[in-house]
Structures are given as C-alpha cells and as structure tokens.
C-alpha cells in the first residue's frame, strides 16, 4: 500500500508518522511530503528513513491514500490533484470540512457517511472530535437538544510558533509571538480569528461541525473558546441539554460502553480527566459527570482529549483503516 503523509514535517504530520507505525503501517510504502523548503531532508521513520519529496511528487505516486496537514491553502491547491488520480485524501485542515459534498467523519460516529465514490474525506477540528466523541452516543439514546460548551485548549492547538513563544516566555528569553499577548501565566480569551459577530473561527467551527457531523441542524450550540498556558491537551466544559430525561446512572453507563471514551470520575478521590493524563493517548476522557439542576434534563461534562492524536492525526488514520476494511 502506498501512503503520503502531507505536511509530514510539522507538528500533526509528525504524529500522523508516528501513528501509521503504532498501527502497523511500517512496512507499507510512506511517502513524506512537504513545503519545498524542506525536501531533501530526512525523517525517521520506525527502522528507516524517510526522504521528503515535494507534494507534487508525491501526487505521481499513484497513493491509495494521502493524509494531509498541510494547511487549508494547500489543501485547496494539491487535495483535488491527489483525487483526479484515484488516491483517497483525508484532510486535517479546515478547507473542506463545509463542503456539502464532503463528509466530516469521526469513526466511531459517522464513517457511514463516507461513499465509496468519495476522494476527499475532511477530519473535524480537534475541540468538535472530543466533544462529540461524548456528545454523540448520548444524543442517539435522550436526544440533545442544547450543547453550551467552553474550550480550555493549549497552544500546540496553535501550532509549533505557539508552543515555542510559551517555552520562551517560561525561560524569560523574548521571541517571536504567536499570540498577541503573552500566555505564559495567562488566559486569552479567544481561538482563532475574530468574525464580525463577535465570535471566532474557533468557536464557529463547533457549532457548524456539529450540525454536520450530528446531522442535526436543528441543534442549538453555543461556544466559547480560549487558550490555556498547557503544551498538550484541550480541557471542554460541556453542558447538554437533552430532549428526554434520564437517570444520571445511564449517562456513565452510556459513556462507559462507548469506544474511544474513559470515565474517570471519583472527585472525592481527585480522579478526573487532566491535559496531563491525556497527553500521547488515543481516548477521550470525560469526568465530573453531574446533573444540571437548573434545566428539566440537563448534565455537565468536563472532556478532556491530545489535541495532536484523537483531536487529528490518529482520527485521520482511523478514517483510513475503515475504509481499508472495506476493501
């Protein structure tokens, strides 16, 4: 099988690599591709050694399949081109997530929406894969009806210039800004760009993807996103409201039986989801599990996930091994 690895030199691309190995995937042919700044280097690859090549190189290879987190601008530029020769393209970016024809997956939720005729498969933004990692096998079961939600996300959400101004500012050395203040010991209240509605890119991707993914545009959502001094890991508050009651005994069992999540929750013994507990893992953790006593059928979640893997690379190769199974 021969898979491309698009933006393999950043920091999503990286852990795609690291991924494809920890599920088997060492011994097909990878091919690495990236910005022409950086071909020609090298990239460990397991027991090998990766040469970059150019995306456009790695378009003539005939792929299976290409992984990308290239960028949207790439995306837009190179994702079509992959497709026209019959390679499936699985994007991280946010280029083609809205696309009406594209189906926005998380495996264990939707991977029935992809057709066997599409090329292009878009990957959700990392805070919508946790949340609806939980959301979405409660919803089939009480139906929800509301979701308020508020992100906690660390700066490798942002990108390796992000995480580079924070260990910066921890060591007091100046240096390039990622954000517009520090955030080192510091809480900005924002996720990407500003809209003239006075949210953010960040939080507008929450509640279209929902809709989309959920197939519910009827769903109300309300979203605030900011960013937290952490190297890895988004932190979510999540308040749902369901259109059935339930007994708060269902919602751990629901969550229990579910795949890709872990309940820890036992406050009295400190035992709840952390950025530190989920950094390097594949699940979706979900603690502090309570009744909203101020709706008729509300709950909250605190839901906690690596933003690299489950929130983007591993889900990408997810989506690739489901569709590999049904060849």
């Known amino acids: ?12 691309g990286n852990v795609m690599l690291q991924v494809l190995r920890e599920r088997g995937f060492e011994r097909e042919e990878i091919f690495a591709a990236a910005s022409p700044k950086s071909v020609g280097k090298e990239i460990q690859f397991g027991s090998r050694r990766l040469k970059v090549i150019s995306v456009e190189d790695a378009v003539e290879k005939g792929c299976d399949f290409a992984v990308f987190s290239a960028g949207s601008k790439a995306s837009a530029q190179y994702a079509p081109m992959f497709a026209a020769k019959g390679t499936v393209v699985i994007d991280n970016s946010s280029c083609w997530r809205m696309n009406a024809d594209v189906p926005l997956v998380i495996p264990e939720i939707n991977i ?26 409660l919803d089939r079961v009480f139906g929800v009806k509301r979701i308020v939600v508020s992100t906690y996300q660390s700066v490798t959400g942002t990108g390796v210039k992000a995480l580079q101004q924070l260990c910066n500012e921890e060591q007091g050395i100046e240096g390039d800004m990622a954000y517009p203040h520090r955030i080192h010991r510091n809480v900005l209240p924002f996720g990407g760009t500003f809209l003239e509605n006075g949210y ?9 993807e929902t809709k989309k993914i959920l197939a519910k545009p009827e769903i109300k959502v309300s979203a605030m996103v900011a ?25 751990f069992d629901i969550l229990e039986q579910s795949k890709g999540i872990r309940v820890l929750d036992k406050p009295s013994e400190h035992i709840y989801p952390m950025p530190v507990i989920s950094e390097g893992q594949d699940d979706v953790f979900v603690g502090r ?7 008729d059928n509300g709950v909250n979640l605190w839901i906690v996930a690596d933003n690299l893997r489950k929130g983007a690379a591993t889900n990408a190769i997810q989506i690739m091994q489901e569709l590999i199974k049904r060849k």
């Not at 953010?200 to 279209?208: A, G, S």
Request: glycine share 6%.
């Open 112 to 137: 029935d929406s992809v057709r066997a005729e599409d090329k292009i498969i878009a990957n959700p933004n990392c805070s919508t894969i946790q949340m609806l990692m939980a959301v979405a096998p």
């Open 289 to 295: 599990i309570r009744r909203d006593f101020t709706l």
């Open 200 to 208: 953010t890119t960040e939080e507008e991707k929450l509640v279209n």
């Open 227 to 251: 960013r937290v001094p952490v190297k890895g890991g988004h932190s979510e508050s999540v308040n749902l409201e369901f259109e059935k009651e339930f007994k708060l005994g269902q919602i």
């Open 1 to 12: 099988m021969k898979i491309a690895v698009v933006g393999a030199t950043g920091m999503v």
